[in-house]
């Protein structure tokens, strides 16, 4: 069955430095997303991306994020400068209508 | 505001035992989703609620929607130690997913 799936499955960084961080989504969804949980909390919306460009973003995806879709099939969230509050599981999703299918995460850890 | 407010956030319950967890959101919504999540990893899918009325049911766990009242409820029948976990529901307001707190089942002998 197809998944999909994100690398690295856990990232430490240091507060200042960039991190990448990867997804693949299901080969013939559209629709990719990206959330976070910081840990013991909700899971929060960041972004939504459609047709190469962003769709929707929430109040938390500001100047420091950006996502993109460098080929066919990867698709990326960047955190340019980290904070220690960035910490938190990153889930990767994509959706071919309207159901969402998660990726198994990136636990960001900020040092 | 985009709210989706989870009820209760934790739940302590023997085995055998029947409870409802409640999920309300402020707002009309495309669709509701309740998903598991085990400690440490992803999100997976249990149900997707798509229309007034919809009930879906999948072993011990009913799923149902009333999008007049914005409530849907995941009840759980005869609980057992399987189903210990976090459970989110989520309402869908165009693009994105809005998940409510969780509620943090332990279902002890």
């Known amino acids: 069955e197809p998944e999909v799936t994100q690398t690295p499955s856990h990232q430490v960084t240091q507060m200042g430095q960039e991190v990448i961080l990867r997804c693949v989504p299901i080969?013939?969804?559209?629709?990719f997303y990206w959330y976070r949980q910081i840990l013991g909390q909700k899971v929060e919306f960041l972004v939504s991306f459609y047709n190469n460009e962003i769709s929707e973003k929430s109040e938390i995806f500001d100047d420091q994020f950006s996502v993109e879709r460098p080929d066919g099939s990867n698709f990326t969230l960047k955190i340019r400068s980290t904070k220690l509050e960035d910490s938190a599981m990153y889930f990767c999703?994509?959706?071919?209508?309207?159901?969402?299918?998660f990726g198994p995460g990136t636990r960001l850890t900020v040092t | 505001e985009l709210k989706v407010e989870q009820n209760p956030l934790f739940l302590s319950m023997q085995e055998g035992k029947n409870y409802t967890i409640y999920c309300n959101y402020s707002t009309t919504s495309d669709r509701l989703y309740w998903y598991r999540q085990d400690p440490g990893k992803s999100l997976e899918s249990l149900f997707v609620?798509?229309?007034?009325?919809a009930v879906k049911q999948e072993g011990r766990l009913m799923a149902s929607l009333d999008t007049k009242a914005r409530l849907s409820t995941l009840h759980i029948t005869a609980a057992v130690h399987d189903l210990s976990a976090t459970y989110f529901c989520a309402a869908q307001f165009f693009d994105k997913l809005i998940f409510g707190t969780g509620t943090r089942l332990q279902v002890f002998p």
């Open positions: 999703a994509s959706s071919e209508a309207y159901e969402q299918y």
């Open positions: 080969s013939n969804h559209l629709y």
């Open positions: 609620l798509l229309s007034n009325g």
